[in-house]
Nanobody, 130 residues
Framework: QVQPVESGGGSVQVGGSLTLSCAAP???????VGWFRQAPGKEREGVAA????????YYVDSVKGRFTISQDDAKNFVYLQMNNLTSEDTATYYC????????????????????????WGQGTQVTVSS
């Protein structure tokens, strides 16, 4: 399995925007690609996921209306567009792949726990300052 690679992080001010990219050439047609984040001193948490087969998405409540996950089938990329960033969004962001049947339904029920996701890379740092 080719490990996903995250990029696009940086430093922005509160209210700003960033787009993260996840190069995931190893994802299959019926997989889920999830974005997760870990803030200093906190556990890693789910952010958003997309079902590669049909494009169904899931977002945790804290990012709904601000973040958009999308995929580019031709280039095997999954993107996370982040708008109206707050200091609470400061974290290292990771993408990973789940091959579990029904992964997007599981994401909705579990609020996107990382169980079942593999391919954790180095992540990309997002820092939001006032």
């Amino acid at each position: 399995q080719v490990q996903p690679v995250e990029s696009g992080g940086g430093s922005v001010q509160v209210g700003g925007s960033l787009t993260l990219s996840c190069a995931a050439p190893g994802r299959g047609y019926n997989d889920c690609v999830g974005w997760f984040r870990q803030a200093p001193g906190k556990e890693r948490e789910g952010v958003a996921a997309i079902y590669t087969g049909g494009g169904t998405t899931y977002y945790v409540d804290s990012v709904k209306g601000r973040f958009t996950i999308s995929q580019d089938d031709a280039k095997n990329f999954v993107y996370l567009q982040m708008n109206n960033l707050t200091s609470e969004d400061t974290a290292t962001y990771y993408c990973a792949i789940s091959r579990r049947i029904g992964c997007i339904v599981v994401a909705s029920i579990s609020q996107l726990v990382e169980d079942g996701y593999t391919g954790w890379g180095q992540g990309t740092q997002v820092t939001v300052s006032s």
